[in-house]
């Protein structure tokens, strides 16, 4: 029997694009799962799906982080092992349109999971964070030891505002143990072409699918006036999958890398790829021409992001695998089996 079994994890935001393909990996992994999801960007249609694929139950709770007694109740009802906090208001132009949404939600969710965890002696909580904590790099590529916090938007800032949450709890109360993951720009959907991205196309990749099944009219580039090998902006796209096989990783780890302070690890290919790169490969993968147009740059972007990864790859015997052509590949398979995402017609 796996060393996993009877081993649960909560996941918020299971239901998402990258909760789902998270979810399936801990499944697949032995693991029992329940899901904390308010569904306001995802859908339960996906753990429906992941259920398919692994032939396992998903423990399912449509519940808002915001309502801490809601959280209790499931905490009544499951002995969880580790916490992997993945629900968020996630949308960094969208951050500054409702700011204090994004605050409130973020900020408050994350404080009543620690409180229901502490007055439950969970201690064990893995965080998903981004690269948007690290603003505007002054040196490339990025290594967790860099100054963060000089985000250039209010998403990032609730990201960054968490990581000091638990870095300041993990200081005052040894029991707790935490795991920051930073990924960078998860991409990409399972083989099966079962799950993947769903909702707005904040990200280019999706942006991209979408353009593709006749979802959106054209791309619009946001500047080839970068100083970058093309001129658009590049940056470190990493599959989802890998992405999902890195929370694995640090679930392993979680006993063996007790610190007074979080683990925080980058979770990227450290290969950057440019916007009109992705162009490029998704129309190999789709087997037709994308039509863009090159606009202004877009307020807050900066050039290049890219990640090392040495030390997720080091501490977590953890490597992304996949490249780009197979983010598209996989994308493509999946946006043309769901055009219209989850929901049908
Ligand atoms: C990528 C590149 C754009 C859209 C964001 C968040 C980050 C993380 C990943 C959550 C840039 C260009 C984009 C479009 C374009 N999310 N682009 N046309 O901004 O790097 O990162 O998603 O954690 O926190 O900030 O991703 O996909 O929006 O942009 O030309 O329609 O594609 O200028 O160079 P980004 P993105």
Same mark, same amino acid.
């Given at each position: ?10 996941? @918020? ?9 998270? %979810? ?25 799906? %992941? ?23 499931? #905490?009544?009802?499951?002995? =969880? ?6 629900? /968020? ?40 964070? /981004? ?17 963060? $916090? ?9 990201? #960054? ?11 005052? &109360? ?23 991205? =769903? ?13 593709? %099944? ?25 599959? =989802? ?10 679930? /392993? ?23 009109? &790169?992705?162009?490029?490969? #998704?129309?190999?993968?789709? $087997? ?6 090159? =606009? ?7 050039? @290049?992001?890219?990640?090392?990864? /040495? ?12 490249? %780009?052509?197979?983010?598209? &590949? ?16």
């Amino acid at each position: 029997m796996s060393k996993n079994c009877r081993k649960t994890i909560l996941a @918020t935001g299971g239901a998402g694009y990258i909760g789902s393909h998270v %979810v399936l990996e801990l499944l697949q992994a032995g693991f029992d799962v329940v899901v904390i999801d308010n569904c306001s960007g995802s859908s339960m249609e996906g753990l429906k799906r %992941v259920e398919k694929l692994s032939g396992k139950k998903v423990h399912a709770y449509q519940v808002d982080l915001v309502n801490k007694a809601a959280i209790q109740e499931v #905490f009544k009802k499951h002995e =969880v092992y580790c916490v992997i906090h993945m629900a /968020s208001l996630k949308g960094v132009g969208e951050s500054w349109k409702r700011p204090f949404d994004y605050y409130k939600v973020n900020l408050f969710s994350c404080m009543n999971l620690i409180e229901v965890m502490s007055e439950n002696n969970v201690f064990n909580l893995i965080f998903s964070s /981004s690269a948007t904590v690290y603003g505007t790099p002054k040196v490339l590529p990025l290594v967790e030891t860099l100054e963060t $916090g000089g985000c250039t938007n209010p998403y990032g800032r609730t990201k #960054f505002f968490q990581e000091q949450i638990l870095k300041d709890i993990c200081q005052a &109360d040894k029991r707790w143990n935490v795991t920051i993951l930073r990924y960078f720009n998860p991409v990409g959907a399972h083989e099966s072409g079962l799950i993947g991205p =769903v909702g707005n196309p904040y990200n280019i990749m999706l942006y991209v699918a979408l353009v593709t %099944v006749g979802r959106r009219d054209q791309l619009q580039i946001f500047g080839n006036d970068f100083d970058t090998p093309d001129g658009t902006g590049v940056r470190d796209y990493i599959h =989802v999958v890998d992405l999902a096989k890195g929370h694995l990783a640090a679930i /392993s780890k979680l006993e063996e890398h007790r610190e007074t302070q979080p683990n925080i690890y980058n979770l990227g290919t450290g290969t950057g790829i440019s916007a009109l &790169d992705i162009v490029a490969a #998704f129309e190999k993968s789709a $087997g037709k021409k994308i039509p863009y147009e090159i =606009v202004g740059r877009r307020e807050g972007d900066v050039a @290049t992001i890219i990640s090392d990864p /040495s030390k997720a790859n080091r501490e977590l015997g953890w490597k992304a695998e996949r490249r %780009v052509q197979d983010m598209c &590949d996989t994308l493509w398979n999946f946006q043309s089996k769901n055009p219209h995402g989850y929901t049908e017609g």
